[in-house]
Antibody, heavy 123, light 108 residues
Framework: QVQLQESGPGLVKPSQTLSLTCTVS??????????WSWIRQPAGKGLEWIGR???????NYNPSLKSRVTISVDTSKNQFSLKLSSVTAADTAVYYC???????????????WGLGTLVAVSS | SSELTQDPAVSVALGQTVRVTCQGD??????ASWYQQKPGQAPVLVIYGKNNRPSGIPDRFSGSTSGNTASLTITGTQAEDEADYYC???????????FGGGTKLTVL
């Protein structure tokens, strides 16, 4: 059973870079055809897709965050990572990592999620 | 603003049937997936594709699409179904992913 676990600092100062890692267990991040995404949720609000990386390394980002986001993968550690630069209080949220099978272009879905990690942006 | 629109809140009597809807132009091309989220927990996939349920999801959950509207139907709603429900799909360009704003389901 694949499991995902987010990790990283719970507090980031404004204007700095938020860095999170998602560790995948129960399967190899480099095998199969999957997309690995980051999704966030401010307290009391809805889900927002941040971006994704394909097993092969290509990336897609939410246009509203694209200028500040970098997602990368480290297959040797079975991890993928998120960097979000120039953070403000509006970036305070629970951050989730999730997996999506690349089985069909027309039905995209996240079949496994991490438990989420709360990141607060505050001085 | 989201390209997928959901009613903010819906209520249903225990044991009755409820439909949660999601509207968006991209749904004319791409299927929606649906996620259940209970307080303090990560979202859980309940419906994907035309009408597929992951292992462990009760068969009282079903999905359908008509035109630009995707629907999640819960037949014989149980108290434990009280949760927030989010739809998700590709955006109109097909290159990016979007979530609906979520629907809070209350079971009376």
């Amino acid at each position: 059973q694949v499991q995902l676990q987010e990790s990283g600092p719970g507090l980031v100062k404004p204007s700095q870079t938020l860095s999170l890692t998602c560790t995948v267990s129960g399967g190899s991040i480099g095998s199969g055809s999957y997309y690995w995404s980051w999704i966030r949720q401010p307290a009391g609000k809805g889900l927002e897709w941040i971006g994704r990386i394909y097993t092969g390394g290509s990336t897609n980002y939410n246009p509203s965050l694209k200028s500040r986001v970098t997602i990368s993968v480290d297959t040797s550690k079975n991890q993928f990572s998120l960097k979000l630069s120039s953070v403000t209080a509006a970036d305070t949220a629970v951050y989730y990592c999730a997996r999506a099978p690349a089985s069909s272009y027309f039905h995209y879905y996240f079949d496994h999620w991490g438990l989420g990690t709360l990141v607060a942006v505050s001085s | 603003s989201s390209e997928l629109t959901q009613d903010p809140a819906v209520s249903v009597a225990l044991g009755q049937t409820v439909r949660v809807t999601c509207q968006g132009d991209s749904l004319r091309t791409y299927y929606a997936s649906w996620y259940q989220q209970k307080p303090g927990q990560a979202p859980v996939l309940v419906i994907y594709g035309k009408n597929n349920r992951p292992s462990g999801i009760p068969d009282r959950f079903s999905g359908s699409t008509s035109g630009n509207t995707a629907s999640l139907t819960i037949t014989g709603t149980q108290a434990e179904d009280e949760a927030d429900y989010y739809c998700h799909s590709r955006d109109s360009s097909g290159d990016h992913l979007v979530f609906g704003g979520g629907t809070k389901l209350t079971v009376l």
